[in-house]
Each structure stands twice: as C-alpha cells, then as structure tokens.
C-alpha cells in the first residue's frame, strides 16, 4: 500500500442529497393523481426517492448520467465508463465547497491540509493504474484503483483529501490525528453536498476497497439522503455497480 501513496503523492505534486374515511379518501385521491402523474411523465408530487427509482441510466456518448431532481447526475463506477474525450475539467461548485469544507476542518484543529488530489484526465488516470497494475497485479489495483476512464476522479467531482504529512487522509500508516479528521470528515461531509464514496460497508455496492479520504461532490440534498440512509450512491440512484463485467 505505501507504494500506492508514494505515486499519488507524485501526482500531487504535479495537479497539486377529519374523520378517519375522509383521511382515507384523501390519500387514495392523493395516490390516484401521484400514480396519474407519473404516468404522464411530469414531475408533480412524486417524491425524489420514487423519482430516482423511476429515473434511467442515459449514455451521453462520452459519459453516462441520470436526471436528478434539479440536475445531471454522472454516474461513474466500474460498470458505467467514460470516454477518453470527456473531459470536463474541475467542478467549480464542488472546488468552492471543498474549500469551505476544508476551512472549517482547519478551524477546529483536524489534520486537512489545503492540498487535494482532484481532477484526472483519461491519460492521467491510465498511468496511474499502470503502475498500480505493475506493482500489485491487476487483481489487487482493480480493488483500489479504477481502470482509466472508470475513474470518479475524471468527473471533475471528486476530491481525495491529504493530511499535513502528505498522506491521503486516515489511510493505513497515518497517525491518530489522521485518523480523527475522517470520522469528521464522515459526520459532516453531507453539509458541504458531499458524500464520503467509498465506505468499507458498500465495498459490494461500488466495487473498490473502503477510502475514507474519497469524498464526491453531489450536491446538498442527495448528500443529505445518502448521509442519513446510509447508502451507497448506486443503490440512491438505483444503479447496478459491484465489480467489472469482465
């Protein structure tokens, strides 16, 4: 594993969500317009929730996305790839909050320093898991580190964030104080709209090893819902994720 994070730590240095019959007819009229609405395609009083569930997968062409209640939602795990071409660079909303998130650790004490590993293009991400593939085999890099264009990194959404001994943030050989600024990270990622990706208990859900340094960018309502059910993204957005097809 530290030959893992001596290589990102080189790629750091370079790219440094009435009566009791009244009250029964009107949740049946209630559920009759609901059903009546979905089944006219239009978004009337359907919950977010029933909403995703009712949502599609869509092949953009270059990526693959669902339409959240307000807006796209990329999905990207190890079965929904991204082309070489997407390249849609650094998200400015996510690289604000971010910030935000990381101010606010540093104001109580915790050990986030203010370098990230953030946005990877194809290449980028290609050389890394090369590396990982030469040094661990691909069995072992596939459990945490994603083939190129499988990387969440490439939405331009993610952040791994870096303690102020230059490792990523509570992973294995980090001290304590590492450590503590995780179970933080876990507590309040969701009131900046992020969610921390990778939990050791979604490890079948997303396919890759628990990082707790992982967090993507999802906006302050998905992130509140993941947060509070405990859910993987995939199963939020009712998506297949788990290992590679092949």
């Given at each position: 594993m530290k030959t893992r994070y001596l290589i990102l730590s080189g790629l750091l240095a370079l790219t440094l969500a009435a009566c009791s019959q009244e009250k029964t007819a009107t949740t049946?009229?209630?559920?009759?317009?609901?059903?009546?609405?979905?089944?006219e395609g239009t978004a009337g009083s359907m919950s977010q929730e029933a909403s995703q569930k009712k949502a599609e997968v869509v092949n953009k062409g270059d990526h693959y996305?669902?339409?959240g209640k307000y807006d796209e939602i990329v999905v990207a795990n190890k079965h929904y790839p991204m082309s070489k071409d997407y390249?849609?660079?650094?998200?400015?909303?996510?690289?604000?909050?971010?910030?935000?998130?990381?101010?606010?650790?540093q104001a109580?004490?915790?050990?986030?320093?203010?370098?990230?590993?953030?946005?990877?293009?194809?290449?980028?991400?290609?050389?890394?898991?090369?590396n990982y593939v030469a040094s661990h085999g691909k069995q072992e890099a596939d459990r945490f580190s994603a083939r190129p264009g499988f990387s969440e990194h490439q939405t331009g959404l993610v952040f791994?964030?870096?303690?102020?001994?230059g490792q990523l943030l509570g992973a294995e050989g980090t001290n304590e104080s590492s450590?503590?600024?995780?179970?933080?990270?876990?507590?309040?990622?969701?009131?900046?709209?992020?969610?921390?990706?990778?939990?050791?208990?979604?490890?079948?859900?997303?396919g890759y090893m628990e990082e707790s340094w992982h967090i993507r960018y999802a906006g302050e309502d998905v992130a509140?819902?993941?947060?509070?059910?405990?859910?993987?993204l995939e199963e939020y957005l009712n998506a297949p994720g788990g290992d590679y097809a092949n």
């Open positions: 049946e009229a209630k559920s009759s317009t609901e059903q009546k609405t979905v089944e996305s669902i339409q390249n849609p660079g650094e998200n400015p909303t996510a690289r604000q909050k971010v910030n935000k998130l990381i101010s606010d650790a109580l004490g915790l050990n986030v320093s203010n370098q990230v590993s953030g946005f990877r293009a194809y290449d980028t991400q290609a050389g890394l898991y090369n791994d964030l870096i303690d102020n001994q450590k503590k600024a995780t179970t933080w990270l876990d507590k309040n990622a969701h009131k900046y709209g992020f969610i921390v990706r990778y939990k050791p208990e979604f490890v079948d859900k997303t509140k819902t993941i947060y509070e059910k405990n859910i993987s």
